[in-house]
């Protein structure tokens, strides 16, 4: 199947700081990402639609100044936690689509695990 | 809004039975529908995919069945191994965003296979 990658897999960070997430397809071309969450002996939450080319469009309760993403070409998204806070503290999980209506499948990738001090 | 529920929540059994894992959705007006395993730490592995027009799909061990009518999915796994211990989640893909929307998930099924 086909493969998405996330970098980094890990990270620490301050209180205040920004954080990008990197997500590809490594594979394939994908003109839609989407990015998740998952909080501890929780269910994936879907955070955000990324769109090639245009704006990602966000869930309801998802702050689009605090979790920017950028969708700058085909194989990559990014998402950007800016002025994190422990709260913030989650893994992160992004998938591509691949394929249309009853073909459509997506690939997830490893999960980036962001813990904010 | 689709809503998932899978049943059981968890379920630990020694290895080598035959399982029957759940999964049930509000909105039957899909594509397909996914199941996907997690381990812990790990992102999501996808299984098995059931277009709407089919009633099954086998992947080795694995063998899924869709009731799109009835909102309804099963996931067999036939003479099970440790190494099927994980949390497996189910998630359909709703006509509604056009193929265009993220997944709805449940809180997956905790599945331990005792060696």
């Known amino acids: 199947g086909a493969v998405v990658s996330q970098h980094p897999s890990r990270v620490i960070c301050k209180s205040g700081t920004s954080v990008k997430i990197e997500c590809r397809s490594l594979?394939?071309?994908?003109?839609?990402m989407f990015w998740y969450r998952q909080f501890p002996k929780q269910s994936l939450m879907l955070m955000a639609t990324s769109n090639e080319g245009s704006k990602a469009t966000y869930e309801q309760g998802v702050e689009k100044d605090k979790f920017l993403i950028n969708h700058a070409s085909l194989t990559l998204s990014t998402l950007t936690v800016t002025s994190a806070h422990p709260e913030d503290s989650s893994f992160y999980i992004c998938?591509?689509?691949?394929?249309?209506?009853?073909?459509?499948?997506?690939?997830f990738g490893p999960g980036t695990r962001l813990l904010v001090l | 809004k689709q809503e998932v529920t899978q049943i059981p929540a968890a379920l630990s059994v020694p290895e080598g039975e035959n399982l029957v894992l759940n999964c049930s959705f509000t909105d039957s007006a899909i594509y397909n529908l996914q199941w996907f395993r997690q381990d812990p730490g790990k992102g999501l592995t996808s299984l098995l995919l059931?277009?709407?027009?089919?009633r099954e799909q086998t992947s080795g061990r694995l063998n899924a069945s869709l009731d799109k009518s009835s909102g309804r999915s099963t996931l067999y796994i036939a003479a099970s191994q440790p190494g099927d211990s994980a949390t497996y989640l189910c998630a359909p893909l709703p006509i509604s965003g056009g193929g265009a929307d993220g997944l709805t998930f449940g809180k997956g099924t905790h599945l331990i296979i005792q060696p």
């Open positions: 059931i277009q709407s027009s089919q």
């Open positions: 998938s591509a689509r691949q394929g249309w209506e009853e073909r459509e499948t997506q690939y």
């Open positions: 594979d394939f071309q994908a003109t839609t």
